[in-house]
T-cell receptor, first 111, second 116 residues
Framework: GEDVEQSLFLSVREGDSSVINCTYT??????LYWYKQEPGAGLQLLTY?????DMKQDQRLTVLLNKKDKHLSLRIADTQTGDSAIYFC???????????FGRGTSLIVHP | EAGVAQSPRYKIIEKRQSVAFWCNPI?????LYWYQQILGQGPKLLIQ????????DSQLPKDRFSAERLKGVDSTLKIQPAKLEDSAVYLC??????????????FGPGTRLTVL
């Protein structure tokens, strides 16, 4: 079955770039997503990328996809304390409406 | 536009008791989802409704969990009887269409259930 792996924690200094990594196993994955979850809140979709793309940029966010290695990353430029949250990688194949989520990476931004 | 509403926000019960959660999706959203998020894990879909019909309930433990969306708007999720392993955050989400690629799911704040 599908599996999505993420490292559990990342700590960065305010103003630095953050890079959150994700690997997945389903070779039929067609759509990949990044969600943000702040304490006590639900998930917020940050961005998504199609499997036929290598990169997508949206303001401070850059998503890189290496389909050969089944590796997805999210880069946050100029990380701020407000970016502290749990970031979930998710994938879904074309035949399913439902994403499979990773365990989430807890991003801690310190001054 | 009001977001997805859920209640209660927190619930503590003893094992073998029953509990119900309520969700009010964003107005006009046809699709409603219930997810279970165990501490330290990503959300896992329990059930998906399209209007008042069930689209996917393959991961719902039907011996103890039930859900309904009778009028195609609000939904309730029930656990009867609860087990210790049901302790989790139960997230409700809604989307405007039928779950297509760019169909964004909007999540509620969740109900945190603790089973003692």
């Amino acid at each position: 079955g599908e599996d999505v792996e993420q490292s559990l924690f990342l700590s960065v200094r305010e103003g630095d770039s953050s890079v959150i990594n994700c690997t997945y196993t389903d070779s039929s994955s067609t759509y990949l997503y990044w969600y943000k979850q702040e304490p006590g809140a639900g998930l917020q979709l940050l961005t998504y990328i199609f499997s036929n793309m290598d990169m997508k940029q949206d303001q401070r966010l850059t998503v890189l996809l290496n389909k050969k290695d089944k590796h997805l990353s999210l880069r946050i430029a100029d990380t701020q304390t407000g970016d502290s949250a749990i970031y979930f990688c998710a994938e879904r194949s074309g035949g399913s409406y439902i994403p499979t989520f990773g365990r989430g990476t807890s991003l801690i931004v310190h001054p | 536009e009001a977001g997805v509403a859920q209640s209660p926000r927190y619930k503590i019960i003893e094992k073998r008791q029953s509990v119900a959660f309520w969700c009010n999706p964003i107005s006009g959203h046809a699709t409603l989802y219930w997810y279970q998020q165990i501490l330290g894990q990503g959300p896992k879909l329990l059930i998906q409704f399209q209007n008042n019909g069930v689209v996917d309930d393959s991961q719902l433990p039907k011996d103890r969990f039930s859900a309904e969306r009778l009028k195609g708007v609000d939904s309730t999720l029930k656990i009867q009887p609860a087990k210790l392993e049901d302790s989790a955050v139960y997230l409700c989400a809604s989307s405007s269409t039928s779950g297509g690629l760019t169909d964004t799911q909007y999540f509620g704040p969740g109900t945190r259930l603790t089973v003692l």
